[in-house]
């Protein structure tokens, strides 16, 4: 039964081969069309249109020139009349020295050690047995791990290529010339909005400018790509996880240039299609104009917040905090209105000399068009606000409860009079039974007042609340 057993084997694989066909390689030069889609998230959908000259019946082809952070199972590929694609195959163990040490056990090597009296190369054949935990070679009479010296092979193993390899099998009814169009989502590829918002001298005007980051660590470069960025939430299945080589990226700014993208809206999201065609190295980012809007009205205030613990009286000194500034841009509305893409923004003042001095960076929340961005770029170091607790009462059962009284000093050493927007937090089924000025309820568990100071004056808030357990 073992000849054929044998036999059937052979026959199998030499029908295989057979149907496998001409290896062609697709030349990424053979490309007509690179478009990419990239999302927010760090992922990417790609198309790549080359053409090949396929002959008739079965070939192998393979496209190097792609994501090694390809999502498995993603891609597909997309021929002429009259090509039929039989299987797609992932190969991407690329040539690496682990890879090649790993693939080449069992194999053949060349140990190289140099002479310690004429520092001439010496070089002894051996077999290579093991690379888990250490190398394993075999020589003619011995055994050794971790040889001194540097392995030298034979030749390249199998399955290994400098680069990220798919292969497809088709089948093709004639001898003609396709396109083919490969289509994938990958992980390596993603942008982020960056803003920049310089105030006026009175920080009641402002200028806006949007700039779109976007990052490949694929391990394959975009040329000539037509590149779409889309920004809002889309659901993903599975995410790719980022690799070693994507958390080791080097990242290479370039200068934003060129016209803003076009926008328009996809379904329920925003694409932003940059113009031209773009060029973007593995490993690096590069920087492109996402909007520019000019005279944005600021309206500046300041926010203390605070509450949340009520305690016993200890003869605790009061707590002593400044206000976050806030700066609250109005969005244009009407024609030509922009939204806001979600993004860091950075926030630059003019000194009394026009030099630009940050002041500040807070995120921007992905805004429609007409919306209201607020940013929060520190504190004010001119205002002072100082919280004490005045009183403090516990009764228990059957209807137990706490009450405690609060006086809130707010100083202001400024030139000019100011609000600060007082807020403080309650658990709980709250009351507030006597205060200096009114509040308004923010939130089921938020009371804010509004407190005015004077210029180099003072200014107190007193409150006492039953919180009800």
Known sequence: MRVPILAALLSAAMAANAAAGETIAVDPAARSGLAVTVYGDGFAFVRDTRAVDLPKGPARLTFSAVSREMVAASPWLEAGKGVRVITLDQDFDVLTPDALLRRAVGGPVLVI?????????QAEPATLLAVEQGVVVRYRDRI???????????TLPDGLSPAPTLSANVESAAAARQPLTLSYLTGGLGWSADYVVTLDEGSRLAHLAGRASVTNTTGSALTGASVGLIAGRVNRVAAPAP????????????PADGAPPEREAVADLHLYRLAGTVNLDDRQTRQFPLLDIADLTVVRSYVSEGGGVWHPLRGVEPAVTHPRVRL????????????????AARI????????LRLIGEDRVPATPAGGRIELEPGDAFDITVRRRQTDFLAAREPNAYTEAAWQISVDNAKDETVDVRVIERLAGDWKVLSETAPHMKEAADRIAWTVSVPARGKADLAYRVRLQR
């Open 348 to 355: 630059f003042s003019r000194d009394g000399k026009g030099e």
């Open 144 to 154: 050794e791990t971790v040889p001194p010296g540097r392995l030298a092979f034979p």
């Open 243 to 254: 690799s070693p080589r994507a958390m080791r990226a080097e990242m290479m700014a370039a």
């Open 328 to 343: 609250a841009v109005t969005v244009p509305v009407g024609e030509g209105a922009q939204p806001f893409p979600a993004g």
């Open 113 to 121: 050690r140099s002479h310690p009296q004429t520092g001439e190369d």
